[in-house]
């Protein structure tokens, strides 16, 4: 097993309000273990929780109460000195949702400069760093072009490449294709997807499309402040009713494959692209044709 | 229609000007406008002229463009001439009517004053609007004034909030433009009434427009703490400024302007004494 880089233990949450009765907890005892290098889709509906848990493990909130381990070493605000701080910041990197609030130049690889220029390191180096993330984002003939003549795909993949100058271990997308057109999404999907596999970034996935979160390893749903799911995408899309209750959705398909069942068949219940859907039910069919003409 | 609005002048190329280090021609436009006013004599006014048609020529901008610049200027040219002909102390009367005295000494001095003002905006648009993009220019004052951080003065701040002004200021445009299409399509009227029912009509799109700013700015700050943000204290950058040779040779050129001007100020009488 790899080794683990993130560890909530017993985490609880709740926003400051000036009103004590209307302190809710936002996050509940919630336990997490993420493992290095791997990519996972945190899935929950709005108010459940998991933008406010990013902003918990990229140290921008702390908890109200519970245990954080960061590359296995426990977070604690009171002995933490600056530095040390900002260290675990730049191994962590996060991605918001509307890439025009993320990016502060006003020439894309000055934006994304803005990071390693922070952490203090020498011009050539910057550059470097500059020109690679750029080339891994696809989108290195745009480097001296200004923001807002870039799409919002574009604009997100900049924002993405100013963070991968930064070399974090794991990059937290919070949300980073909701604002998105299908073309743009798919951009962001594909560039988050090298990242995980042939850069070995460890990928936090938060979303609520469905066909992305079939796309990671590993699916968590947050539901009501704590992990109500968490498996491969197939163990957890076959719970379609404990998904439904986060009131999330399940792939088409996979609900199709439940209500079929719910009529007295046996269809398997791991089904999440249309393709297998199809050769499931077409290989029932066969099995009882054959068990008929025997 | 909010979009055709441009920020500064800036006309991309790649002259000497273009190429100069913008701490340079910062320092270059504050050090012209002395040369222009230390001009005496009518060579030196000749020679600073000559100079100024000379920078206009090798940044390539056309001089229509710069003509242009000056638009803004006619009133303010038209008024300092009229007071200078009209109202000075002369002592050479060339004609008179009632207490109005035209000397040949008013004359004189309005006819310089319009060249230095027309001088100082031209040189200063070429050298610093029209050839310096507004980063440059930012980074150029940041990097000066950085001495000044010694004293407490926060420089990077200034800095940064003009680069984020620039930043944001074709996003805000755009996001205007998107609330007065809103408005627009619920019924709101723009263009009717007189001018305070134009300024009210305003309203309605200020204020969402303000409160979309104040979320944005939040965002951007944690975005920006979340990229290790930390003010300017350990901050490197990605370019370098780096005088180079063109920069020394152009300052060799200017500072043998200032002696040229002071030689012809010398040798020549003064046009006013």
């Known amino acids: 097993m790899a080794e683990i880089i993130i560890k909530?233990?017993?985490?609880?949450?709740?926003?400051e309000s000036d009103h004590p009765t209307d302190k809710f907890p936002v996050l509940d005892h919630l336990n997490l273990e993420i493992e290095k290098g791997s990519f996972v889709a945190v899935l929950g509906y709005n108010g459940s929780g998991k933008s406010t848990l990013a902003k918990l493990l990229n140290l921008i909130l702390t908890p109200t109460s519970g245990n954080l381990?960061?590359?296995?070493?426990?977070?604690?605000?009171?002995?933490?000195?600056?530095?040390?701080?900002?260290a675990l910041r730049q191994r962590i990197g996060m991605v918001f949702q509307n890439p025009d609030n993320q990016l502060v130049a006003t020439i894309v690889e000055e934006d994304v400069a803005f990071g390693p220029e922070n952490l203090g390191i020498p011009p050539a180096e910057i550059r470097r760093r500059v020109d690679e993330a750029l080339e891994i984002v696809g989108m290195k003939e745009f480097a001296r072009h200004s923001p807002h003549q870039l799409s919002g795909g574009q604009k997100q993949r900049i924002a993405i490449a100013g963070i991968i100058a930064l070399r974090p271990d794991v990059i937290i997308f919070d949300e980073s294709t909701a604002m998105l057109d299908p073309r743009g999404r798919n951009d962001v999907l594909a560039t988050i997807e090298k990242l995980n596999r042939e850069f070995g970034t460890t990928i936090l996935h938060i979303t609520h499309y469905m066909e992305e979160a079939i796309r990671a390893d590993r699916v968590i749903v947050v539901d009501g402040g704590k992990v109500t799911l968490d498996g491969t995408p197939r163990e957890v899309f076959s719970q379609v009713r404990t998904v439904?209750?986060?009131?999330?959705?399940?792939?088409?398909?996979?609900?199709?494959?439940?209500?079929?069942?719910?009529?007295?068949?046996?269809l398997p219940k791991d089904v999440l692209s249309y393709e297998e859907g199809a050769q499931a039910i077409a290989d029932y069919i066969r099995k009882k044709k054959a068990g008929k003409n025997t | 229609m909010l979009k055709d609005i441009t920020l500064g002048q800036y006309f991309p190329g790649n002259s000497l000007l273009h190429k100069l280090d913008p701490r340079l021609k910062l320092l270059l436009a504050v050090f012209y406008i002395v040369l222009i006013f230390l001009a005496k004599s009518a060579p030196a006014y000749i020679l600073i002229f000559l100079f100024t048609v000379l920078i206009i020529a090798v940044s390539r901008i056309s001089f229509g463009v710069v003509l242009r610049s000056l638009k803004p200027l006619i009133f303010v040219l038209i008024f300092t001439t009229l007071i200078n002909v009209f109202w000075s102390n002369g002592t050479t009367v060339l004609w008179q009517l009632g207490p109005f005295a035209v000397t040949e000494e008013g004359i004189i001095r309005a006819v310089t004053m319009a060249l230095r003002i027309v001088l100082l905006m031209a040189s200063t648009s070429v050298i610093l609007m029209y050839t310096?993009?507004?980063?440059?220019?930012?980074?150029?004052?940041?990097?000066?004034?950085?001495?000044?951080?010694?004293?407490?003065?926060?420089?990077?701040?200034?800095a940064m909030m003009m680069t984020m002004a620039l930043r944001f200021i074709p996003t805000l445009l755009e996001e205007t433009q998107k609330i007065i299409n809103a408005q627009k399509a619920r019924g709101a009227d723009f263009d009717s009434g007189n001018v305070i029912d134009k300024a009210k009509a305003l309203i309605p799109v200020l204020i969402p427009l303000l409160i979309s700013q104040f979320r944005r700015a939040e965002e951007l700050a944690t975005a920006m703490e979340c990229r290790c943000y930390r003010g300017g204290g350990n901050r490197?950058?990605?370019?370098v400024l780096r005088f180079a040779l063109r920069d020394l040779f152009v300052a060799l050129v200017v500072i043998a302007l200032l002696a040229g001007i002071i030689l012809l100020n010398i040798y020549f009488p003064p046009l006013l004494a």
């Open chain 1, 8 to 15: 909530a233990e017993d985490i609880c949450f709740s926003y």
């Open chain 1, 69 to 86: 381990y960061l590359f296995g070493k426990k977070f604690d605000e009171e002995t933490i000195t600056e530095d040390e701080f900002f």
């Open chain 1, 244 to 266: 439904k209750a986060a009131g999330l959705d399940v792939p088409q398909v996979t609900e199709l494959m439940l209500e079929i069942n719910d009529d007295g068949f046996e």
């Open chain 2, 132 to 158: 310096t993009s507004p980063i440059a220019l930012t980074d150029g004052i940041e990097r000066l004034l950085s001495p000044l951080a010694k004293i407490k003065i926060p420089v990077h701040t200034f």
């Open chain 2, 236 to 239: 490197t950058r990605m370019t």
